[in-house]
């Protein structure tokens, strides 16, 4: 069984900075396209960014966060880390790590725009706020 722990979560103000950091146990990212979604108190989850398997695999992020958040991984650490920067008020929200558990996940595109048939973590808070 693939099991995802996020950290990294925390309080900002508006314009600064968070990482956040997946790890899995069990099982070794690399193997999987992993993504980050977010759910805010009353609004459905949703795909912020995902990226495939690959070193130069692709990747793709929401438009609310195009230019500011930022997806990588480190292979070697089992690890998938989400870069949050200019952080707004509206990007405050309980963010989750996600993992394809079907090969139609493969594709970023395909595993962040969909909640179907994911590996979860647990959630980590991030608050922007003044």
């Known amino acids: 069984q693939l099991q995802l722990e996020e950290s990294g979560g925390g309080l900002a103000q508006p314009g600064g900075s968070l990482r956040l950091a997946c790890v899995s146990s069990?099982?070794?990212?690399?193997?999987?396209?992993v993504g980050w979604f977010r759910q805010a108190p009353g609004k459905e989850r949703e795909g912020v960014s995902c990226?495939?398997?690959?070193?130069?695999?692709?990747?793709y992020y929401a438009d609310s966060v195009k230019g500011r958040f930022t997806i990588s991984r480190d292979n070697a650490e089992n690890t998938v880390y989400l870069q949050m920067d200019s952080l707004k008020p509206e990007d405050t929200a309980v963010y989750y790590c996600?993992?394809?558990?079907?090969?139609?996940?493969?594709?970023?595109?395909?595993?962040?725009?969909?909640?179907?048939?994911?590996?979860w973590g647990q959630g980590t808070q991030v608050t922007v706020s003044s």
């Open positions: 990226i495939s398997t690959t070193v130069d695999g692709q990747t």
């Open positions: 069990g099982s070794t990212l690399m193997y999987y396209t």
């Open positions: 996600a993992a394809g558990s079907v090969p139609i996940l493969a594709r970023p595109e395909a595993m962040c725009t969909t909640t179907e048939d994911h590996f």
